[in-house]
């Protein structure tokens, strides 16, 4: 129940393209929705994060969806470009912060 | 950069033995996590500290121990390291009541 599953596990795209992770949760006290990118050799750095009153979060070229029926989120990014290239982690908390569940990642690149 | 530190960059120890990593936090952040990370897994959470004492742990067995000083610097403290502690370290901090946290750019850790 602690759990958050995510995929796909790699992610080849064209420059220009659309890239789409999904995670999906069980633990229906979640109540913070972030996504992480990690660079090797970097920690994670906040991308995007959504809260489940709202359906849909944008910021520039990544937007979070979020299905709180279906327990899932997803993150769209938008004209991906090489320097997207990285490893992409969703995650979910709960009581703020005190529980932080990560998923397994998801690399992705981006073919120039 | 998150403004969050951390120390030593790498450490290599020998099975049996430990070790002590270093974290500072940014600036006005009062809460600390930290997190283990594994080659090619997502972070996991090891226990989070808030005004020096520890307010949340992941499963993660007792050799595994912090500390946060008053300038809410912190340290991971693990005993009898075993191989599979071999790992990335992250730490994270944030304001206590915000989800938002800043991770730091992690210790690797090899236990030979």
């Known amino acids: 129940q602690q759990q958050v599953k995510q995929s796909p596990q790699s992610l080849i795209v064209q420059k220009g393209g659309i890239s789409i992770i999904n995670c999906a949760y069980e633990?229906?006290?979640?109540?913070?929705f972030p996504w992480y990118q990690q660079f090797p050799g970097k920690g994670p750095a906040l991308l995007i994060a959504?809260?489940?009153?709202?359906s849909e979060k944008k910021e520039g070229r990544f937007t979070i969806s979020f299905n709180k029926s279906a327990k899932q989120f997803s993150l769209h990014i938008m004209d991906s470009q090489p320097g997207d290239s990285a490893t992409y982690f969703c995650?979910?908390?709960?009581?703020?912060?005190?529980?932080?569940?990560f998923g397994p990642g998801t690399r992705l690149s981006v073919l120039p | 950069e998150t403004g969050v530190t951390q120390s030593p960059t790498h450490l290599i120890k020998t099975r049996g033995q430990q070790v002590t990593l270093r974290c500072s936090s940014q600036?006005?952040?009062?809460?600390v996590s930290w997190y283990q990370q594994a080659l090619g897994q997502g972070p996991q959470f090891i226990f989070q500290?808030?005004?020096?004492?520890?307010?949340g742990r992941g499963n993660f067995p007792p050799r595994f121990s912090g500390l946060q000083f008053p300038n809410y610097s912190s340290e991971l403290n693990v005993n009898a390291l075993e191989l599979d502690d071999s790992a990335l370290y992250l730490c994270?901090?944030?304001?206590?009541?915000?989800?938002?946290?800043?991770f730091g750019p992690g210790t690797r850790l090899t236990v030979t």
């Open positions: 600036s006005g952040h009062n809460t």
């Open positions: 500290y808030y005004r020096e004492e520890e307010n």
């Open positions: 994270a901090s944030r304001k206590l009541g915000s989800y938002e946290q800043y």
């Open positions: 959504i809260r489940p009153d709202v």
């Open positions: 633990n229906t006290a979640f109540d913070y």
């Open positions: 995650a979910a908390s709960e009581n703020y912060g005190q529980n932080f569940v």
